[in-house]
């Protein structure tokens, strides 16, 4: 086996360990958004729950409001698309 230049270790080392740093960074923002967009459904979800039973208990209609359907189908694309 050939001895290896301390020098080019370190620097393999150090490359290594940004490339791994920058992965995780990457891997971390992921994790973030999709957490962001669970989060943003739920509410959305929510939302549409509290407009359909107002509308229940005002007019007896129980379809919820078409604009909290198409933020409902928007979050929902954006988690589809991670």
Known sequence: MHPVDPSLRGRLERRIGLLRDRYAG??????????????????????????????????SSSSPNSTDVLSIMLVASLLLTE
Not at 35 to 47: E, F, I, K, R, V
């Open 26 to 59: 990457a891997m971390w923002q992921r994790v973030m958004h999709r957490d962001l967009a669970a989060h943003s459904l739920a509410l959305a979800a929510q939302q549409v729950l509290s407009n359909r039973s107002r509308l229940m208990t005002t007019k």
